[in-house]
């Protein structure tokens, strides 16, 4: 009887543990999934879209498509940036220059972050302003990733790092900035 019971109760246990997961699936890293800017206002831009294929290791690769509507052309230090405008800051993507491995695990989504580089300004500022860099850091959530901003000086991608295959914004690397500071205050993925 003292055997029935602890059965009884082991079981229960399990299906009270699994009972919460039912009914959704959990976020993967594969598939096409969408990124949008979440900005100060509360509304969400449309960025385009993410490719994740999942490799055997529990990596994924993936592939990103900006949706190029909500950007509008500038030409900036001598270079077409694309750029998003704001009521008071123009936010410019910056795409990450150099060969790198496009890969990202759970909890590794440097690859990623580097692909999403940005930095801003204000309208009438003349040229690029590189050290106003922003990388959007990514944390995981129900149903994606999010990306919190984080203050960069872009300048450090100007010339290519020694090593391709390590992501150069390191921690290290990357100040915090107080999340209302930014038009764009976060970078989702769902």
Sequence with gaps: MHY?????LFT??????ILPGLGHAAWELSGTKSIF?????GERINLGA??????PD??????????LAPFTDHFLSMREFKCIEGRSELTCHVPYPYDNPTTVKPGNYAWLEHSLL???KRPSDFGAK??????FEFRETDSGLIGEP????????????????????RPALRDDMPSEARWIRSIGIE
């Design 118 to 120: 940005f930095f801003y």
């Design 37 to 41: 800017a979440t900005t100060a206002d």
């Design 58 to 67: 529990g990596s994924s690769t993936f592939r990103i498509s900006l949706d």
């Design 130 to 135: 590189l050290w106003n860099g922003v990388y």
């Design 4 to 8: 029935i019971s602890r059965a009884i």
């Design 50 to 55: 993410v490719l994740f294929t999942a490799g």
């Design 12 to 17: 229960a246990s399990v299906v009270l543990l």
């Design 150 to 169: 984080k203050a960069i000086d872009l300048n450090l991608i100007s010339a290519p790092p020694n090593d391709l295959a390590t992501p150069p914004f």
